[in-house]
């Protein structure tokens, strides 16, 4: 059982493996590139028991047919509290948006349930640097 289950949509000119070593150098969670044959290649987070991040570029083939996002091509960020977790929602996104201001300052990540942004607007990290 879920407590919370969230997302976020961003676009980025870099590579995966880019933002997995962009991510690790910033901190503070640890990230792995992981292989799924539904998803492809993802990165996945699990920052506390009970947490789990992961981040899947699309448009990507899977086994069982294309991921696809909001866009033509992007990002997406799927979020999740176990229910027995004493993490909430807001601690998590708190962290997350802490961290994607030193990715890059000002970078917002388009929260695709609630239509909400984390600090102001469509996130871009074409620009980023690591």
């Keep these: ?9 961003f676009v980025c000119d870099r590579s995966i493996e ?14 792995e590139l992981r ?14 028991e009970g947490v ?11 086994e069982y ?6 866009r033509d091509k992007g ?8 229910a027995e977790c004493v993490a909430t929602q807001s601690e998590v996104d708190g962290i997350l948006e802490s961290k994607w201001q030193r990715f890059r300052g000002g970078l917002t990540l388009r929260n695709t349930a609630g239509e909400r942004a984390l600090a ?11």
């Excluded at 047919?65 to 909001?70: C, D, T, V």
Aim: aromatic share 16%.
């Design 1 to 9: 059982m879920l407590k919370a289950y969230w997302a976020y949509d």
């Design 18 to 31: 880019a933002i997995l070593a962009a991510f690790n150098e910033t901190g503070p969670w640890h990230w």
């Design 75 to 82: 990002f997406s960020a799927l979020l999740r509290v176990d």
């Design 52 to 62: 789990r991040v992961q981040v899947h570029q699309y448009p990507q083939m899977g």
């Design 120 to 130: 102001g607007g469509q996130a871009d990290l074409g620009s980023a640097r690591a």
């Design 35 to 48: 292989d799924s044959a539904v998803y492809g290649d993802y990165l996945n987070s699990r920052p506390w």
């Design 65 to 70: 047919g294309m991921f696809i996002g909001l």
